[in-house]
């Protein structure tokens, strides 16, 4: 594990410097978790927006984070467009004036893009996409915040802080733009796993009902439930699901079906298939897996589940590839099918294009951003050419 977690020039050094420091596998399968009482929300009152239509066949948005605080960063947000037929992308400018936009989010109108300010002081930024125009920055009352999301209703914004080990909530106006912050949860235990410094909330995201919003922090190998209070943007925990100690739980990605999820574990270079109950908010963590990455330094990232359930991508920083599994038991199991590679140095984030047919790696040693089409059949992985450059890119958004 690298030791740089100390705010170095008004910035976090947190372990993102990872990147700038340093077959079938056996199937698991979790218990499945209680079915929902009766009276559960149906699919018809499910709060999230529908899935978006195949879009036009001309060019699509592309929106890439950076460090800019970083040697060889970049200045700001990255502007380009992808031809989703060919995967091909192209640059058009920077939007300055966003500092180290580590990790990107659009709200559910697709009006307003969101970014997280990566710094000791760390900060959420709303940029109106129409004419492109900073609507401002909140507090997020912590350090090195690196993920953010924004909740299906439209009217919150959930970040959360490695370095500080927090999480928070800020309201969401009708423009966009975000209200002063409504709250933060500092995650004091369990206490961290020796090997750590202290806490580290490395994602915050909704439940696909609506009804949890889910912390996961590699720094006490915990997976935190809350229920958010949607009148007043307040937390409240209801449960904890626990890694073994040591594996340092990172991403967390749900399959559509809303009862299972998979967990990217960097610190111990394993997956796990997690069961989760939509009525008390709880996550049932199976057993370790392969990341398939051969038993060599790999600090896998983040997993993406394409739109019909069928398969699961995992990116491995360090073997630098993608893992590939098929998803059976209707979301239960994860059989690994093997790695492609990726194509590029460190992989530190990946997302599917709307429609699930193209899939985007941000690079962040080689500064690319590499593409591949998706076979949703088969969950093949064909690269779509040459990477797309870009200064220390971490994260690629595609709208």
Same mark, same amino acid.
């Given at each position: 594990?690298?030791?740089?977690?100390?705010?170095?020039?008004?910035?976090?050094?947190?372990?993102?410097?990872?990147?700038?420091?340093?077959?079938?596998?056996?199937?698991?399968?979790?218990?499945?978790?209680?079915?929902?009482?009766?009276?559960?929300?149906?699919?018809?009152?499910?709060?999230?927006?529908?899935?978006?239509?195949?879009?036009?066949?001309?060019?699509?948005?592309?929106?890439?984070?950076?460090?800019?605080?970083?040697?060889?960063?970049?200045?700001?947000?990255?502007?380009?467009?992808?031809?989703?037929?060919? &995967? =091909?992308?192209?640059?058009?400018?920077?939007?300055? +004036?966003?500092?180290? @936009?580590?990790? /990107?989010? %659009? #709200? *559910?109108? !697709?009006?307003?893009?969101?970014?997280?300010?990566?710094?000791?002081?760390?900060?959420?930024?709303?940029?109106?996409?129409? &004419? =492109?125009?900073?609507?401002?920055?909140?507090?997020? +009352?912590?350090?090195? @915040?690196?993920? /953010?999301? %924004? #909740? *299906?209703? !439209?009217?919150?914004?959930?970040?959360?802080?490695?370095?500080?080990?927090?999480?928070?909530?800020?309201?969401?106006?009708?423009?966009?733009?975000?209200?002063?912050?409504?709250?933060?949860?500092?995650?004091?235990?369990?206490?961290?796993?020796?090997?750590?410094? !202290?806490?580290?909330?490395?994602?915050?995201?909704?439940?696909?009902?609506?009804?949890?919003?889910?912390?996961?922090?590699?720094?006490?190998?915990?997976?935190?439930?809350?229920?958010?209070?949607?009148?007043?943007?307040?937390?409240?925990?209801?449960?904890?699901?626990?890694?073994?100690?040591?594996?340092?739980?990172?991403?967390?990605?749900?399959?559509?079906?809303?009862?299972?999820?998979?967990?990217?574990?960097?610190?111990?270079?394993?997956?796990?298939?997690?069961?989760?109950?939509?009525?008390?908010?709880?996550?049932?963590?199976?057993?370790?897996?392969?990341?398939?990455?051969?038993?060599?330094?790999?600090?896998?990232?983040?997993?993406?589940?394409?739109?019909?359930?069928?398969?699961?991508?995992?990116?491995?920083?360090?073997?630098?590839?993608?893992?590939?599994?098929?998803?059976?038991?209707?979301?239960?199991?994860?059989?690994?099918?093997?790695?492609?590679?990726?194509?590029?140095?460190?992989?530190?984030?990946?997302?599917?294009?709307?429609?699930?047919?193209?899939?985007?790696?941000?690079?962040?040693?080689?500064?690319?951003?590499?593409?591949?089409?998706?076979?949703?059949?088969?969950?093949?992985?064909?690269?779509?050419?040459?990477?797309?450059?870009?200064?220390?890119?971490?994260?690629?958004?595609?709208?």
């Amino acid at each position: 594990m690298d030791t740089d977690d100390e705010p170095v020039n008004g910035r976090w050094s947190r372990r993102r410097f990872v990147g700038a420091v340093a077959g079938t596998a056996a199937v698991v399968t979790v218990p499945s978790p209680a079915a929902p009482p009766a009276g559960t929300r149906a699919a018809a009152d499910d709060p999230r927006p529908a899935p978006p239509p195949r879009g036009p066949s001309g060019p699509r948005p592309l929106y890439v984070g950076t460090y800019t605080s970083a040697d060889g960063g970049g200045t700001g947000i990255g502007l380009a467009s992808y031809d989703p037929a060919t &995967g =091909r992308i192209t640059t058009s400018g920077t939007l300055a +004036g966003v500092p180290d @936009p580590s990790y /990107l989010a %659009v #709200h *559910p109108d !697709g009006r307003t893009l969101y970014a997280v300010d990566e710094r000791q002081d760390g900060g959420v930024t709303a940029v109106r996409l129409a &004419g =492109r125009r900073v609507l401002g920055t909140r507090g997020t +009352g912590g350090a090195g @915040p690196c993920h /953010l999301s %924004v #909740h *299906p209703s !439209g009217r919150w914004l959930l970040s959360a802080n490695y370095g500080s080990g927090s999480v928070a909530v800020h309201p969401v106006d009708s423009s966009g733009a975000l209200g002063e912050r409504t709250d933060l949860v500092t995650h004091t235990a369990p206490p961290p796993d020796s090997g750590q410094q !202290g806490p580290h909330a490395h994602q915050f995201v909704t439940s696909p009902d609506g009804g949890h919003v889910l912390a996961v922090d590699l720094g006490t190998d915990t997976v935190y439930s809350y229920r958010l209070d949607q009148a007043n943007g307040t937390l409240t925990e209801v449960a904890q699901a626990h890694t073994r100690p040591g594996a340092g739980p990172r991403h967390l990605t749900f399959h559509p079906g809303g009862r299972y999820a998979y967990l990217a574990n960097e610190v111990d270079d394993t997956v796990t298939v997690c069961g989760y109950d939509p009525a008390s908010g709880r996550l049932t963590i199976g057993e370790p897996q392969s990341t398939g990455s051969g038993g060599g330094t790999n600090y896998p990232a983040q997993f993406v589940v394409t739109a019909n359930g069928g398969y699961a991508f995992l990116a491995n920083r360090g073997d630098n590839s993608l893992a590939r599994y098929a998803i059976e038991a209707d979301g239960a199991r994860l059989r690994l099918l093997g790695t492609v590679p990726v194509g590029g140095d460190f992989p530190r984030q990946i997302a599917l294009s709307p429609d699930g047919g193209l899939l985007f790696a941000a690079n962040q040693r080689s500064g690319t951003v590499t593409v591949f089409h998706v076979d949703a059949d088969s969950g093949e992985l064909r690269s779509a050419g040459e990477p797309f450059a870009s200064p220390v890119a971490v994260c690629a958004l595609p709208l």
